[in-house]
């Protein structure tokens, strides 16, 4: 299942912040790194020194282009914004404490089913997905035989995980995607191969 040109996606959660694990952020704005975040993405800096990026894409929110411009910086490279790259859309949830969250029946269904659950006001991670997935078959065809670094968020880097390991989507807790990690796809015209998942930041 190799051979031929393939690509190397290295996908990038952004580093904390100072709301993680207390609010579900989506798409609000004004998230920015904190301290320990920007320590964690110099940190990551460092390890990707060992791969030489041909590019470096990121999700438009501040968090992630805070990530990734620590990783451009390192090489060489100006930060490329992708939109498909992007947190997925939580609808009237982004912004609200987890705490608020819990025993709404709606938000246990988004849990459990996310195959066709979806936030209200949001979208389906099948449908953030599909953005993604097309987003790394543009990537491939893009730069192929090169590296690239995807930086983006856990979701939507489970999403792609879960495309390449042909996976539903409805398995989505059963890895994590930690802040600052990197997770390795091999992409070719075979298809793709997860390398790893979830590594720490050396």
Not at 4 to 32: F, K, N, Q, Y
Not at 84 to 112: C, Y
Request: hydrophobic share 45%; with cysteine; aromatic share 4%.
């Amino acid at each position: 299942m190799s051979g031929g040109v393939e690509t190397i996606l290295v996908l990038l959660r952004h580093a904390s912040h100072d709301r993680l694990g207390s609010v579900l952020c989506g798409r609000m704005p004004g998230v920015t790194l904190s301290e320990a975040g920007r320590r964690e993405a110099g940190a990551l800096a460092v390890t990707l020194a060992r791969h030489r990026f041909a590019a470096v894409l990121s999700s438009p929110l501040e968090r992630a282009v805070e990530t990734a411009a620590a990783i451009a910086a390192s090489q060489a490279l100006a930060v490329e914004v992708e939109e498909d790259l992007n947190e997925l859309d939580l609808g009237a949830w982004a912004g609200m404490r987890f705490e608020d969250l819990r025993g709404d029946p709606a938000w246990n269904v988004w849990n459990s089913a996310r195959s066709h659950a979806r936030p209200p006001g949001g979208e389906t991670m099948l449908e953030a997905q599909a953005r993604t997935a097309r987003c790394i078959e543009r990537l491939r065809r893009r730069y192929a035989g090169r590296t690239v670094a995807l930086v983006s968020h856990a979701d939507v880097i489970k999403a792609a995980l879960c495309h390449a390991l042909g996976l539903s989507v409805d398995f989505h807790a059963r890895f994590e995607i930690a802040p600052a990690s990197l997770s390795v796809l091999i992409a070719g015209e075979w298809g793709l191969k997860v390398h790893s998942i979830n590594e720490a930041a050396e």
